[in-house]
């Protein structure tokens, strides 16, 4: 496969069309070689716009919804990032491109461990892999989450772990329909909520039935 033109395809003919127009998201996913994340068995289809089976039933976002969740989150370079769900760790390397650290959680070691030595072959620097099924105790405010999977509601518990002005993207709701949804904080502690997209995702292992956040 030659991959830098398999690259250039998915920008221009999947990513780009789905409204991902920020030069510095499309600029990394054009030096970025999502195949360094895919399994063996499915490098034929690493820049297929579809998802791809990981271990445990998960697996990877297809690209245009990757660039769209990092697009969305409106980043900057200073910001600290908060991942749910690890999966291959290309989201992340993208993530950790684009920002100063991104802490990600996973609750599978196994797919932790094969994420770890994909993003070092990657060479990314700035990101910390945890082993959590769900959200560990004492962790820092950060500028910004996103949650990998869908959820039927957004857990209060990650709300609050926003600094001000911080923001936080789900893909919420329950099949056929579901939203990618931007949470931000506002400055005196009011929340927003704006719906970007439509979008339907895997459930999110252990959040489906988190309690709502209470506006």
């Not at 395809?9 to 895919?38: A, C, H, K, T, Y």
């Not at 599978?108 to 099924?133: F, I, K, M, Y």
């Amino acid at each position: 496969m030659n991959t830098e033109l398999a690259r250039f395809n998915m920008v221009e003919q999947q990513i780009r069309p789905w409204s991902v127009l920020n030069l510095g998201v499309l600029e990394q996913l054009s030096q970025l070689d999502r195949s360094l994340f895919v399994p063996a068995a499915y490098q034929e289809v690493a820049y297929s716009d579809t998802e791809i089976p990981l271990w445990h039933g998960e697996s990877m976002l297809a690209p245009r919804v990757a660039a769209r969740l990092a697009q969305d989150l409106l980043l900057q370079a200073s910001d600290t990032v908060l991942e749910i769900g690890t999966g291959s760790g290309y989201l992340t390397a993208l993530l950790a491109s684009l920002t100063s650290k991104v802490l990600s959680l996973e609750r599978h070691p196994d797919l932790l461990a094969q994420a770890q030595t994909q993003l070092q072959h990657a060479g990314c620097r700035n990101v910390e892999l945890r082993q959590s099924d769900g959200v560990p105790q004492n962790l820092s405010p950060v500028d910004a989450i996103v949650l990998t999977g869908s959820v039927a509601q957004v857990p209060e518990e990650l709300l609050k772990l926003l600094k001000p002005g911080g923001r936080l993207i789900a893909v919420v709701g329950e099949e056929p329909m579901m939203q990618a949804t931007r949470f931000t904080l506002g400055s005196h502690g009011d929340m927003h909520s704006q719906v970007l997209w439509d979008v339907v995702l895997p459930r999110l292992h252990g959040f489906a039935q988190t309690p709502a956040f209470q506006f």
